[in-house]
C-alpha cells in the first residue's frame, strides 16, 4: 500500500538550527497520526513540510507517491486546521467554510449548499451568517475543521487545534474528531506536546525531540516500551532507573523504566523490596501521587483512591512485578 | 480609566479649554468671513459689508482653475504612486525577514522625519544635475517621498495586526497568489490604504515647502496663494479658494480618521 505521507531522509535547517533532521517517516492512508514532543522539537516544522509552507532543505516528501517538492500548497490534496484557526475576519461562517470551493471557482448556490453541509458535519448547522469573532474558541474550531474538510483533503493536518481550549471542551472534541476521523476516513495528522491526547486518540503516534523522531509505535507501545529515556520521560513521566538499579533487579546493565502505578507501596518498612521514604503525597482525586526517596534515587509511585495512605517521612518498602519493569535499548 | 463619578471640571479649565480651541479655529473662522467681505485690498475688521461677489469672481479666473487643477492632478499622482510603493514596502517589511529590513523601514520613514527644505534642495539639485526639467512629475516625486510613508506607516499598523497565518489558510485552501491577494489581504488591509492614501492625498494637496523647489513655474494652489497676498488685488479670491482648500483637505482626514477608528475592530477581530 502507498503510505499517504512519507518521509526520506528530510531535513529542514533554519541557519544553524535544525529545525527537522533527517527524519524518515511514513503515514499510512486512512490513520490517526499524531505527532508528539515538547516545543521546538520539529513536530509543527513536520507538518509545515507537508503541507508545504516550509520546503526541505535536503531529503524527499511524497504524498500519496507523488513528489511533493515544488508543489505549492495551493495544489496539494492536503488542508491545515491551524493553531491559532486562520479564520478569516472580514467573512461571515459560511463564506469561510465555502473559501476553498469559491477559489476553484464552483458557484454560488452550490458552494453554499456544500458549506451548509460541512457546518452540519462539525455540528454548528444554521452559523453560516455569524462573523468568526461572534464564535467561541470551541466553535471557531469547528468551523476551521469545516474549512479544511470542504475540499475532501486526502490528508487533514492539524496543528495544536485543541491547545486554546478549556479541559472539559478539550475531551470532547477529542472524542468528536476521533468520530469524525473513523466516519470520514481520510488520514489525520496531528501535532500535540499533551502527550494524554495523543495517547487518547492516535493509532500511532511519533515522539519529537530536536529535530528528530525518538520512536514510533502505537500509544501502548510508546507508553509502555519506550525506546529510550527521553521518550519514558516525556510520556506519561515513567520512573527512569539507571543501569545499576536495574542490574539488581533484572540482571542486565541497562536503563529501566518502571510506570508509577506498577509500584506496590507497602507501609512495612523492614518488609522485602526496595526501601524508599514517602517525601511527598500529592492527591489527583482517582489516585494518590507519592514522591519518593530510595537511596537518593527520586521514584513516583500512585496509590489508587481508597488505599491506605503513608505519612510524609514515613519509611516504606516498594515491590513490583519483574514484568512491569521494562528495559530500554542499550545506550538510551 | 473612567471614574465613575461625572465630576465636572472647574471653571478655570473650561475657560482655559475655551480659549485654547478659539485661539486654534478663530483665525480659520476669519478666513472664512474675509471670503464674503466688500473690501477688496485690506482685511478690514468689520467687514464693511458681506458679498456672494468673490465665488463668481473666483470662478472666472484662469490662473485659479490652473493651480487646482495642478494641484488635484499632483495628489491624486503622489497618491497612487504612494499608495503602490508603500504597501509593496509595508508588505516586504512585515512579511518577510531580511538582511537589512530595519534600515529599509528607517530609511521609508525618514522623509517625513527630514525637513521639507532639505528634501527640496536634495531633490532639485538632484534634478538639475541630471538635467531634469520641472514638470507635473518633479512635483509628484517630490510629494511622493512623504505620501509613501503615510501610506507605508498605515499598511503596516495594519500588517502587524493581522495573522500571518491568514495567507497560509487561503493558500492552503487552494488560492493562488493572486487570489489570495484579492480575497484575503486587500480586505484586511482596504481601509488602512483608504486612509492613507486620503491623508497622502491631504498632505500633497497643501504642501509648499518641498513644491517651491520641485515645481519651477508651475503654480499649486499653495504656491498660487502666497503669490496671490503678496498683491492687493482681489484679495477675498484668496480667501475663497483658502475655503475651498480647507475642505478638500478636512474631509478626507475626516474620512480616514473615522475609517480607521472603525477598522481597528474589524481587524482585531481575527483571533
Not at chain 1, 88 to 108: E, K, Q, S, W
Not at chain 2, 26 to 32: H, V
Not at chain 2, 81 to 93: E, R, S
Not at chain 2, 214 to 242: C, K
Request: charged share 20%; aromatic share 8%; glycine share 8%.
Amino acid at each position: 500500500m502507498t503510505p499517504a505521507v512519507s518521509f526520506t531522509k528530510v531535513s529542514r535547517h533554519f541557519g544553524t538550527v535544525r529545525a527537522v533532521d533527517a527524519v524518515d517517516l511514513e503515514i499510512q492512508p486512512g490513520e490517526f497520526f499524531a505527532m508528539l514532543g515538547p516545543s521546538g522539537s520539529g513536530k509543527t516544522t513536520c507538518l509545515r513540510l507537508i503541507a508545504g509552507f516550509e520546503q526541505p532543505t535536503a531529503g524527499h516528501i511524497r504524498i500519496f507517491g507523488e513528489e511533493a517538492q515544488g508543489v505549492p500548497p495551493y495544489r496539494r490534496n492536503v488542508n491545515t486546521v491551524f493553531q491559532d484557526y486562520a479564520l478569516f475576519p472580514h467573512l461571515n461562517v459560511l463564506d469561510n467554510v465555502a473559501y476553498g470551493l469559491m477559489v476553484r471557482g464552483i458557484g454560488r448556490a452550490e458552494r453554499h449548499k456544500a458549506a451548509e453541509e460541512a457546518l452540519a458535519l462539525v455540528r454548528l448547522p444554521g452559523f453560516g451568517a455569524r462573523k468568526p469573532s461572534q464564535l467561541s474558541g470551541g466553535q471557531r474550531q469547528r468551523v476551521a475543521l469545516a474549512r479544511a474538510l470542504i475540499n475532501r483533503p486526502k490528508v487533514l493536518l492539524l496543528d495544536e487545534p485543541l491547545g486554546a481550549l478549556d479541559l472539559k471542551l478539550r475531551e470532547s472534541m477529542q472524542e468528536e474528531l476521533k468520530i469524525l476521523q473513523t466516519s470520514l476516513g481520510i488520514t489525520f495528522v496531528f501535532v500535540t506536546h499533551d502527550q494524554g491526547e495523543a495517547l487518547s486518540m492516535a493509532d500511532r503516534v511519533a515522539v519529537f525531540n530536536e529535530g528528530r523522531i525518538m520512536q514510533v509505535g502505537t500509544p501502548q507501545d510508546i507508553y509502555q516500551k519506550p525506546r529510550s529515556r527521553f521518550v519514558a520521560d516525556f510520556v506519561g513521566s515513567s520512573n527512569v532507573l539507571p543501569p545499576d538499579f536495574v542490574q539488581r533487579y533484572a540482571g542486565q546493565r541497562r536503563w529501566g523504566s518502571l510506570r508509577p502505578e506498577s509500584i506496590r507501596v507497602a507501609r512495612q518498612a523492614a518488609g522485602e523490596g526496595v526501601q524508599a521514604r514517602v517525601v511527598a503525597l500529592n492527591y489527583l482525586g482517582s489516585a494518590t501521587r507519592l514522591s519518593l526517596d530510595a537511596g537518593g534515587l527520586r521514584l513516583h509511585a500512585t496509590v489508587p483512591a481508597g488505599a491506605a495512605l503513608p505519612e510524609p517521612g514515613e519509611h516504606v518498602a516498594l515491590t513490583f512485578n519483574r514484568e512491569q519493569l521494562h528495559l530500554m535499548e542499550e545506550g538510551a | 480609566m473612567r471614574s465613575d463619578r461625572s465630576t465636572s471640571a472647574p471653571l478655570a479649565l473650561k475657560l482655559a479649554a475655551a480659549a485654547g480651541l478659539l485661539f486654534l479655529h478663530l483665525p480659520i473662522l476669519l478666513i472664512f468671513v474675509y471670503a464674503f467681505t466688500t473690501e477688496e485690498k485690506t482685511y478690514q475688521w468689520p467687514p464693511p459689508g458681506f458679498t456672494l461677489r468673490w465665488l463668481a469672481v473666483t470662478w472666472n479666473r484662469p490662473d485659479v482653475w490652473q493651480a487646482l487643477s495642478l494641484s488635484v492632478k499632483v495628489a491624486a499622482l503622489s497618491t497612487v504612486i504612494a499608495i503602490v510603493l508603500g504597501t509593496l514596502c509595508a508588505a516586504a517589511v512585515s512579511r518577510t525577514r531580511f538582511f537589512g529590513r530595519e534600515t529599509i523601514s528607517l530609511l521609508v520613514i525618514l522623509p517625513i522625519a527630514l525637513p521639507g527644505i532639505i528634501t527640496g534642495i536634495a531633490l532639485r539639485s538632484a534634478f538639475s544635475l541630471m538635467e531634469i526639467p520641472f514638470s507635473t512629475w518633479t512635483i509628484v516625486l517630490g510629494h511622493a517621498t512623504f505620501c509613501v510613508v503615510v501610506v507605508y506607516n498605515n499598511a503596516v499598523a495594519r500588517f502587524r495586526r493581522t495573522s500571518g497565518s491568514l495567507i497560509e489558510a487561503s493558500m492552503d485552501l487552494g488560492a493562488d497568489g493572486f487570489q489570495t491577494f484579492r480575497h484575503v489581504v486587500l480586505p484586511n488591509i482596504g481601509t488602512a490604504l483608504l486612509a492613507g492614501g486620503m491623508l497622502a492625498f491631504a498632505l500633497s494637496f497643501d504642501e509648499v515647502i518641498v513644491t517651491t523647489f520641485t515645481a519651477g513655474q508651475q503654480q499649486t494652489v499653495p504656491i498660487w496663494m502666497l503669490e496671490e497676498l503678496v498683491r492687493p488685488r482681489q484679495r477675498p479670491v484668496t480667501n475663497v479658494v483658502a475655503m475651498i482648500v480647507v475642505l478638500v483637505t478636512a474631509l478626507p482626514i475626516l474620512v480616514s480618521y473615522y475609517l480607521t477608528r472603525d477598522s481597528d475592530q474589524i481587524a482585531g477581530a481575527g483571533k
